[in-house]
């Protein structure tokens, strides 16, 4: 078996013949080590999903496109560069005299022609085209449909997330259930760290950062659990910061809602001061009811009592105004 098994490294190249004065394994130590890692990483990745290449809406369906594309494209230059250095490698090695020896040679106008139109060429193409498409799938452009899209607001917390549904006054914790057909509006912000929050197999990735307001507009087109997780690492509990993507049909959707309502526990501002405190692996919980102000509390830093951003900044530019300006009331809380 180990004559087999050096025979194998011997004929890929891997491991070179053991010399009188160091030993076999010694002497091969750092190829066997690097096999062994190929072979480990291999394995590894076999069982690898390839969401991005799996999508299930509209948006994702088109970045694939995108992606394809400009890989493609730029395969066009990689191949040949790969396949022609392998090609002359062989032709001019040093033991055959039947190749053209030119140490002189220093130039010509249809390889300096070749080398420099072709790559201009398709820079100009995959400019024109990623221009197009990015302005296309911008993440705050709605997607056009006949439905009337749901509504969602999203929170990333330490370490997992929120999301509330104005319409429907319910919410939920790392499960978010959406119809299928049916355009989502995200509203996200974060009341911790920058995070980024991101299901692969709907499309675009988006940030969510603490005091700012970023949207997003994805689609389902297929019912299925899709995976979404945050792409951007924000401290230990990070790995367990994913969360269950339920697209399903309006019927199920609304049943969804219904057992939300029937939760025991309802999203109010002490429910959710205990809720922010940073866990790990959180489970799904789903609330009956959610406090209608608790976004914009969050989105302007004032769930815990404090003066919320909006109006702190409407109160400076009033007393900056002078006598006569608007100030913030609870029945105009932007004094405007």
Request: glycine residues 6%.
């Amino acid at each position: 078996m180990r004559s087999l098994w050096g025979a194998v490294l011997r004929a890929t190249g891997t491991v070179v013949e053991p010399s009188p004065s160091t030993g076999f394994l010694r002497r091969n130590s750092s190829r066997i080590r690097a096999l062994f890692g190929t072979v480990g990483a291999a394995v590894l990745l076999a069982g690898c999903q390839m969401e991005v290449l799996n999508p299930k809406g509209p948006i994702a369906s088109d970045e694939k496109d995108l992606i394809l594309f400009a890989t493609g494209l730029m395969l066009i230059v990689v191949i040949p560069v790969i396949v022609l250095t392998l090609v002359f490698a062989w032709r001019y090695r040093a033991s055959n005299t039947k190749a053209t020896y030119a140490p002189d040679w220093e130039h010509s106008n249809k390889i300096e022609a070749v080398v420099w139109l072709i790559p201009c060429a398709i820079i100009v193409v995959l400019a024109t085209v990623t221009w197009i498409t990015t302005h296309k799938l911008d993440p705050y452009r709605p997607i056009a449909s006949t439905a009337k899209p749901l509504e969602v607001e999203v929170v990333s917390l330490d370490w997992k997330w929120l999301f509330i549904y104005p319409e429907q006054n319910v919410a939920s914790v790392n499960e978010l259930a959406i119809p299928t057909g049916t355009p989502v509006n995200f509203r996200l912000t974060s009341a911790t760290v920058m995070n980024s929050f991101f299901i692969p197999q709907l499309g675009s990735q988006i940030y969510t950062m603490a005091g700012m307001e970023t949207k997003l507009h994805l689609l389902a087109s297929e019912t299925g659990d899709y995976a979404g997780i945050s792409a951007n690492y924000s401290g230990a509990g990070f790995s367990g910061m994913k969360f269950v993507t339920k697209a399903m049909s309006q019927a199920d959707f609304d049943a969804w809602v219904a057992k939300a309502r029937a939760s025991s526990q309802s999203l109010d501002a002490a429910t959710y001061r205990a809720l922010e405190a940073p866990s790990e692996d959180n489970p799904v919980a789903l609330y009956a009811s959610v406090s209608p102000t608790l976004y914009h509390n969050i989105l302007n830093k004032c769930a815990d009592g404090a003066v919320c951003t909006d109006v702190a900044m409407n109160l400076a530019l009033a007393k900056g105004a002078g006598t006569g300006a608007n100030l913030c009331t609870p029945a105009n809380p932007k004094g405007l």
